[in-house]
């Protein structure tokens, strides 16, 4: 075969790789003190009104979703693209320089988004809370996200496509698709000439907008916070393992399966609203239906290690993983119970949904990032790993926080839930709701502690990321499969 | 067949658009039209309360509380009648809010009144003793932004024609009027200081009489519609 | 409206059934070309496990499509 003298060009790889870590350390840590707030009030005024509950906690969830997984997707993208393509970056100065673009626009844009939710520009719809200029950066982010993508496609050695890229690829389309559509709004300035000229006004309006925000909020966790952290371990579990794909024909099918179920799901955010009976029941039904396929992609991924448990003990970053594919099938599982309609009807606007969000994103989001920076790392830097002691000690103590994180927010929402529904003996309300805040306090510390333990995790994960990068043993050549680490 | 969309990713991104695509059109579309018709009563927000909602928006208190009664029990007894489709035909965006850190604020016009609000804002301990929420002073001494609010109204009054300055109720009176910024401004002035005055607190009154608006006086105007 | 809805119901169901044949039609398809040894899907594993630049691909590409493309994106 022909062998090239050229290598893999991970530059845009790193940077993205740095980039995660900063907003994972930045989010995680606003998320730490919105949650210790909810437990000790005063927390709320230590930076005067820019510290405040409200004002933060769309800052957390977006340097979470926007800034951390994001960049993890990129990140990965940069790397898993030009390999299973068999393709260097290096061979296109074009693509190459869309790939540098790709990354200031986005770290740029990044910075000024969340500079504007701190001074109170917000269009109130989650997770698409930036104001209209923002709305247009990121399009434009994406769109050189997309060239990057079909770009090196079209240069590919590997005609077929590995499962990876399909699920890039759907991530590229879905993601572009919804948010396009659940941002649709009229800025003010432009139609009167008069006010703020960052306001706008959206386009949908009342249980019309409700429907189009959580067709996008429900899909956007599917295609941000799922599909390409499935791409992810699609690549890096057989390949840190060394073992292929369990079935790659399974594989396949829980894509399209995934692809076709998914969407509908999104009406289970809003059962027992005012939106059309059938389509509430539809979101239900689906969201049972989507365990299928689910499970199909987890399952695949833990027959993969069928036979070599054994590494699950020797290697940090299979446990990991291995722990990654477990918590989505604890999520994924958990979902779909919530969407069944009298559960719903306790735990929706309880803390039970945030402790469901923080399941995936935690378990199976956040360790998949870690491992996928951590195998890449002696790849990007000809070095070990630096410490393996350390890997291990941040993978119990993270465990140990995602435990304390989501055994406490069931217990709150459930109790929760209850309280607001019991009455008494004349079957008037038992409590008021104020007593129903108060109850919720050492649960809510116990939830605090639990992200602490997380976020000490991240710190211990960039110093080692950090020192690995400078002060690490060399070694000779690329690392085949596992990546070589110092005790 | 199937092999062959696997090695032409311009097809295969066709084939898996149509697939995640389809949900959305068929959910979303057709209800479209039906679900934007208000019910009867339901009439677009006032200057001062469009500002009001706004701030409502820009410190995210849908972050905490909800706006949607669901049709329960339990719900309808804790906070009045469960919320109607058309009740929100002019909420752009929604505030139904996911998250009751907070209790749900749909009806909250009917049982609360301005000093309590203006109280519970500056420090929420003092009238609801154990309450998590912060105090929000800035709102105090911050002046509402009318000139947005109007921009706002005018723009959904030409674009959606959300029925500003026309009789709706067909009773020969202008339901909500607009009209120019100047006279909007005159009667959102008017409606503050009536506002102001409830609150009981001097410092509100006086911005109020020099021609400023805190924010606090337009969300508790929002906040005393919502009903 | 009763005509948006039905129209709504009939398209949902329609292709939602269509979904659903090809679905089946794709895993019939994958399980049989396999065992008549038409392909092998399994084999397609091995891209993420060889991923050199100089293993050698699974499916190789036409060299000359490849460096059409790989002209005009550089230029």
New interface residues.
Partial sequence: ????A???DYTVAKWFSYLAILFGILGMGVGVLIAF???F?DL??IF??YS????L??IHTNTVAFGFTLSGIFATWYYVGQ??L???MK?????MTVGKLHFWLYFIGALLAVASLLV???????YAQFEWPFDIVVVIVWVLWGISI??L????????????L?YY??TF??VA?LYL?NNME?P??L??G???PL?S?????????????W?YGHNAVAFVFTVPIIAMI??YL??ES?Q??Y???LS??SF??L??V???A??H?LI?????DW?QT?GSIFSIILILPSWGSALNMLLTMKGEWGQLKENPLIKFMVLASTFYMLSTLEGPIQSIKSVN?LA????W??GHVHDGTLGWVGFMIIAALMHMAPRFYKREIYSKKLLEAQFWLQTTGIVLYFSSMWIAGITQGMM??A?DQYG??AYS??DT??VLHPYYTLRAIGGLFYLVGLFMWAYNFFKTMTASRAIER?PQ?ASPMAA | MFGWLERNPFFFAVGVFIVIAFAGLIEIVPDFAQASRPVAGTKPYSLLRLAGRQVYIKDSCNACHSQLIRPFKSETDRYGNYSLSGEYAYDRPFLWGSKRTGPDLHRVGNYRTSDWHANHMWDPTSVVPGSIMPAYKHMFTNVADLETAYAEALTVKKVFNVPYDKDIDGDGKVDVPLGSFEQAKKQALAEALKIAKETKREDLVKMVESGKIPEIVALIAYLNGLK | MEDIRFIQGVAYIIFTIFLTLILYGYIIHLYRSEKKGERDYEKYAKMALDDELDSPPVDKRDEKEREKKLKRSSE
């Fill in positions: 075969m022909q062998s090239p050229i290598e893999y707030q909810l437990a009030p709320n005024y005067g009104q405040l509950f409200s004002r906690r769309p390999r299973v068999k393709v260097s061979e296109s100065k074009f693509l109170r520009y917000t269009t109130s719809k989650e079909f770009g496609i079209g240069i590919r050695r590997e005609k077929s496509l590995y499962i990876s399909w690829i759907a389309l879905g698709m559509f009229v003010t300035y139609i009167t008069m006010g703020d306001h006004v959206s386009m949908y309006s009342g249980s019309n907008d409700a429907l189009v925000q067709w699609y690549y057989p390949k060394g292929p794909v079935s790659y024909k396949l099918l399209w399966g692809m076709f998914y969407l509908w999104g009406g955010h027992y609203s005012t939106v059309p389509m539809m009807a929706h606007f309880t803390d949904i945030p607001w529904r009455v008037n309300l709701f104020i805040v108060t690329e499969f």
